[in-house]
């Protein structure tokens, strides 16, 4: 966004903040004044019961919904209101709970398709077929390559992303978001169905991947082995709220967490 | 080995010739020249058609209000304004973007509306455009406009046709098309990688209704007559065929399905209404064979025709010599 440069040097630490934000769809407090903040460069996980709102906070968060109330500021400006392609824009990408890519197209072209955001040429450049659309085609299709090999799916690069098996697809995902340029990724379940080895690959991936391109993320996950493994702090939701905000060791212990998942001990 | 742009070229240049040959020793007779114009007209449609029905995945039942927008327009104009059959091309052009401004206008309630609803709207665009030309009187009201002068000739279907093939594969690779392609399979994933949907919308709309209004206003220059009846369901149900006929969200599928609808429609003429139930019935056998259409998703490639060749050789137990990959006859567009 325009206001980014100026906004670096004043915020460096916070890159997103929850402001009271709630969703409601008519009686449902899908989320219910749910307030924290996301610093850069640190890996946050979001852990809760079955309809505890997580996903919400995703698709707030991207732009699918508009918030009831509430503000959510990501890089000092507000984004509540701007449609989706926007926020992505803006440096917000995503993946997808029950995997959405585009399957009847390549997996080259499923990496391509997410620069459309970042791609300056025009329909006049398209059929004229000019010199600054050829250039940036080219660029694209490098960069998309590139993408592709850094999340291991190099050699598949030709095939229909409906072809490829559970796990590289949820790569393919992951690659297509990267393609937004984000700053921030949001990753939900991304280890949903995967067996104990797979997720610690992914747990590694997704350090390699941060390190990398110098992401914030931000996850939704089920999976401990995961969440524990990697995650520098733990939001614990529960109808909406948030129940606990801390260490992985701080939640661990935390007599509320447990009473969520467990119930209360007599 | 060939490479697709030598074929292509070399195939572009053999039917411009044969095209002038018979053209110009009129070694067919004009009702043969007719039947290739009105394909070649049909063929620009429906490439139009099926970058909004095909490659977008918007059922819309707006293009016969589209044409008859192209129709009209260009035809006022060549007879009012550039009267000099020198200027013919504009006028087709101009035609072209009056229908294209129709497109924006039909874009707008694809944002909110889908489906079947949104099939309604575009079906009540068309019967709007109809009333209304059926109303205005200096466009000669329900009798129509008369007196266009017969401007379009094979040459200038040919150059319009081949000209509309290269544009849409051009729109089709470049990053419009991608977009384009993943808002047909999935709106909101698209949404969240960046594409502006909206955008594309408004975007595959005008060029679609564009290359409509072109094909209309080639049709109106080729018969010197147009009116408001043309465009009504007739015209909207025999888009629809050629388009799924076809095959949809492929360039060889609209010219394979504007090409085998007309011919069959001339073929069955001496059967009189009933060839109208044959033509129905060959599409539901398609429709149930080859749901996507004759040539549905795919594009006639040399390696494309490689492969189906190799893979026929296989099946009576030859071995292949090709090293292409297998496949099946997708070429890339």
Redesign the interface.
Known sequence: MATAESIKKMNNETILTFDKVSMHFGGVKAIDELSFEVHRNEIVGIIGPNGAGKTTVFNVL???YIPTSGNVVFKGSKINNL???TI??SGI??T?QNI??????TVL?NV????????K?G?LD??M?SSK?RAE?AM?KNESLSLLESVGLGDKSEALASSLSYGEQRRLEIA??L??KPEILLLDEPAAGMNPNEIDDLNKMIVFIKEKFGLTILLVEHQMRLVMGICERIIVMNFGKSLAIGTPSEIRNHKEVLEAYLGKGR | MFSNKIVNLILLVLTAIILFVIHHYQIIGAYYLQIAQYIGIYAIMVLGINLVNGYLGIFSLGHAGIMAVGAYSSSLISKYVFTDPVFFPICIFLGGIVALLAGFLISIPSFKVRGDYLAIITLGFTLIMKSVLQNLDFVGGARGLRNIPANTNIGWVFLWLVAAILLVRMFINSKYGRSTLALHEDEIAAELVSVDTKKTKVVVFGFSAFLIGVSGGLLAHLLSFTNPNTFGYVMVSEGLIMVYLGGISSITGSLLGAGVWALLVEVLRPLGVWRWIIGAVMLIMVMIYRPGGLAGGTELSIKGIVNFVDSVKKRIGLKPESTFGSNGNSGKH
Do not use: Q
């Not at chain 1, 959405?100 to 197209?105: E, T, V």
């Not at chain 1, 391509?112 to 791609?119: E, M, S, V």
């Open positions: 991207s732009g699918v449609p989706a392609h992505i824009n990408a995503r997808f959405r890519l585009f399957g009847k197209m072209d391509r398709t997410a620069f459309f955001g970042k791609t040429y329909i398209i059929f077929n659309k085609e694209i297509r978001a393609a937004c």
